[in-house]
């Protein structure tokens, strides 16, 4: 499963266009501070949170009320009903809000996981809501969001308001003295005296602290929407428990197809080499039979053939047992097994191995192979004059990396064998990266559990 590193290295990963930076952003003149009045994710923002007071006023009254109602009837029978009703209404108001934060905050928040009912029927539904920690979850978030939607309503409001008012007071103060009757704003007044922002310079210092206002005020309503986003994550989203269900669900599948290939590899390999030799060496070792005793010398001959054919089929066998599990790296550790790998390695390898102890087999095994894998990248597809593997262990976790000097441009999202490696790495909660910009070097780091014996 060699991958090639120039591989998914095309358009779009080379040499940024002109106006866009190398992360594919573009790049502004004007610095963020100034742009944040006019950005659409300010509006954004300031829109969910203006949306926030009238959803989360009339969720919190409904979870309230129906809640405390299926609560007090709970010494009748009508009571469980109408308290699954409750939770399952507020199921049904964080799906909106989940939705709302996907829309406005661009969150991106899984949905929970659904009702798992064991038995059919109005009971087995109600039994499932009522033991669902989502049905719980959100009528919490009804009860939370409704003060925090409060206070950053008013907050939001009233900077923006007072922001974008001070900044354009110069553009409508002939208001006051033409409709209202005084001479400009009034900053304070009192029985003996008014003070009033009408002349030049305190018309200038008025829209200069609305400027501060209207640029502060961006960064403020983003602050008040991360709570928000914590809370619709935290409360409205999957739990970590569910969420670690699904990853472990995946995992498994990965495992199920990486053995289900591993055999059909080993099938295609025995059928295709030290079978079809050990067919052939029984088709000469027949004929030699038949001619020994008409010509004995043709007979030797195809004798000597077929040991040749013993020794290949022999070597095919060792390489097929060395591919599925290396008696080296079961005798010695890895530290003799990775080096055995690099001494076969079209380049010149150093191995370094800086392990106190050996970690599980199952671990060892993934290290061994992950390096190999590597390394046969590097001698096909990397054109590199050198390379190195160090191994060491941090706290709990065991460290591979290997460094190229080849052409790189190596990429995991390229769907090629470095994804597949990278899947068998996450199915035993394992991590690679990869970093390789085009000419190189290449460095890629893996990151295993270290579990001991």
């Known amino acids: 499963m060699a991958t090639e590193y120039g591989q998914g290295y095309g358009h779009g990963l080379g040499y940024p266009e002109r106006g866009l930076s190398e992360h594919g952003e573009r790049r502004h003149r004007v610095p963020a501070v100034l742009r944040a009045p006019f950005a659409a994710r300010s509006w954004r923002e300031f829109g969910y949170v203006l949306l926030g007071l009238p959803i989360s006023i009339m969720l919190f009254v409904y ?18 009903p109408v308290l699954a009703a409750a939770l399952a209404g507020c199921r049904g108001f964080g799906a909106l809000e989940r939705t709302r934060a996907r829309a406005l905050l661009h969150l991106d928040v899984g949905d929970p996981e659904p009702l798992r009912t064991r038995q059919g029927g109005f009971m087995g539904w109600i039994g499932a809501v009522l033991k669902s920690g989502t049905s719980w979850r959100s009528a919490l978030y009804a009860v939370l969001h409704f003060p925090w939607a409060v206070f950053s309503f008013t907050v939001a409001l009233s ?10 007071y110069p553009l409508w103060f002939w208001v006051f003295p033409v409709w209202a009757g005084q001479d400009g704003l009034q900053l304070f007044g009192d029985e003996t005296h008014s003070i ?9 210092v008025t829209a200069l602290v609305g400027l501060v206002f209207t640029l502060a005020t961006p960064w403020i309503v983003r602050a008040l929407t991360t709570v928000d986003r914590v809370m619709v994550h935290g409360l409205l989203g999957p739990s970590r428990l569910a969420t670690r269900v699904v990853e472990l669900e995946s995992d498994r599948g990965t495992v199920v197809d990486t053995a289900a290939a591993d055999l059909r590899r080993i099938e295609r390999d025995l059928h295709d080499g030290a079978q079809a030799r ?19 010398e043709a007979a030797a001959r195809m004798v000597d053939e077929a040991h040749g054919e013993v020794k290949t089929a022999l070597q095919e066998l060792r390489d097929l047992a060395r591919g599925i599990h290396p008696a080296v790296l079961t005798d010695r550790g890895l530290d003799a097994a990775l080096s055995a790998v690099a001494s076969r390695c079209a380049v010149p390898v150093e191995v370094q191995v800086d392990l106190e102890e050996r970690p599980v087999p199952a671990i060892e095994g993934i290290a061994y192979f992950t390096v190999s894998e590597l390394l046969q990248n590097i001698s096909k597809h990397a054109r590199a004059t050198w390379a190195s593997v160090d191994v060491w262990c941090v706290e709990n976790r065991l460290m591979l990396q290997v460094v190229d000097d080849g052409a790189g441009g190596a990429d995991v999202a390229a769907g090629s064998g470095l994804a597949g490696l990278a899947e068998r790495l996450d199915a035993v909660d394992g991590i690679l990266v990869v970093d390789s910009p085009k000419g190189g070097p290449t460095r890629v780091t893996a990151e295993l559990p270290w579990r001991t014996v």
């Open 63 to 80: 979870a309230v009320t129906m809640v405390s109602l299926g609560a007090g009837l709970l010494v009748t029978f009508l009571g469980v």
């Open 278 to 296: 050990l067919v052939a060496l029984a088709m000469d070792l027949g004929l030699a039979k038949e001619k020994l005793a008409e010509d004995p």
């Open 196 to 204: 009033y922002l009408d002349n030049p310079f305190e018309i200038t």
């Open 159 to 168: 900077l923006w308001t007072y922001g974008w008012a001070l900044l354009t």
